[in-house]
């Protein structure tokens, strides 16, 4: 069967699921548009899509079609009908998440009916990102955010204390001589460490190949998110004191977030770059031993 059949119907079945879950799509965008915490997911579409061109240009496309996967069809609308017509309808924090799980259920399995088994394979990274745009409950916000919260006010006292800053803190207020930082939920950064996870998951799917070394970046990237912010906490609480009161309202305060986002980045692709080295120098040798026999 030709690739046009295939594509036919692939985005026929994405058309379907724009209009069974446009409402959901909606709502999840404009969420993501108006909560900080959210703004990660305007990045996973385009992601995910520009990831499954690139691989298309690079693989091609699996030669059959495959059946049994039109089962997973059926479990997305059952998710989608329970929402919308069980017990959950009315929830407007459990509701939606579970509805847009639907949708990316819907999506993969339709990719998978389409493109078989060997796609699936193909473009497994792509399509499981997509569950990024499933938006995270409130419930389960809060403790994410309260983690943040705690680790931030951790890091930058041990920043103080290195620099031998005279430091006590008293939950995740910070007392220094002069100033008493109070790191509140606002400031736990968790807009920053969600798009530092998602672009570092990207990364590492480029660049690298071992599967172990992907794991390991991705992993990091969680301690290097709450550390940079406690970098931002340490800073502006030592430019406040040491050299100018109006740090700690200015626009370093207000807006330097991405100064130490970078940061962050940069440590990563340095890391990134150390593990592709790595592994470089095992595949030359590999390479080359069928030359020597």
């Known amino acids: 069967m030709n690739k046009l059949p295939r594509g036919l119907s692939f985005g026929a079945l994405c058309g379907i699921s ?3 879950w446009f409402r959901p799509l909606l709502d999840t965008f404009a969420l993501a548009t108006s909560d900080d915490r959210y703004t990660h997911i305007l ?4 992601l995910a899509v520009a990831l499954i061109f690139q691989g298309w240009r690079e693989r091609g496309s699996a030669p059959e079609f495959w059946p049994p996967a039109a089962a997973l ?3 997305s609308l059952v998710l989608a009908g329970t929402t919308r ?3 959950l309808g009315g929830s407007s924090d459990l509701g939606l998440p579970i509805e847009m799980v639907g949708l990316v259920v819907w999506w993969i399995a339709s990719f998978l009916l389409c493109f078989g088994l060997p796609g699936l394979r193909s473009f497994c990274f792509p399509l499981l990102f997509l569950f990024g745009m499933v938006p995270i409950p409130r419930l389960a916000l809060a403790p994410i955010e309260g983690g943040l919260q705690w680790g931030s006010a951790l890091a930058a006292q041990l920043l103080f204390l ?3 800053v005279s430091v006590a803190r008293e ?3 910070l007392l220094i001589p002069g100033l008493a930082i109070d790191v509140t939920v606002e400031c736990s950064s968790i807009r920053s460490s969600l798009m530092l996870l998602v672009t570092t998951m990207v990364l590492a799917y480029l660049l690298l190949r071992t599967p172990w070394r992907r794991a390991l970046v991705v992993v990091l990237a969680l301690p290097l998110s ?3 912010n406690g970098l931002r906490i340490f800073t502006i609480g030592l430019l406040g004191t040491r050299v100018d009161p109006g740090f700690l309202t200015g626009r370093l305060h207000r807006q330097g977030g991405i100064v130490f986002f970078m940061i962050a980045l940069a440590l990563i692709s340095l890391l990134l770059w150390i593990l592709r080295r790595g592994e470089r120098a095992i595949a030359s040798p590999q390479q080359l031993s069928p030359g020597r026999t």
């Not at 990045?43 to 385009?46: D, G, K, S, T, W």
């Open 18 to 20: 724009l209009l069974l």
């Open 43 to 46: 990045l996973i579409l385009p």
């Open 73 to 75: 069809l059926i479990v």
């Open 85 to 87: 017509w069980g017990h």
């Open 162 to 164: 290195v620099s031998r």
């Open 171 to 173: 939950g995740t207020t």
């Open 226 to 228: 709450v550390a940079k």
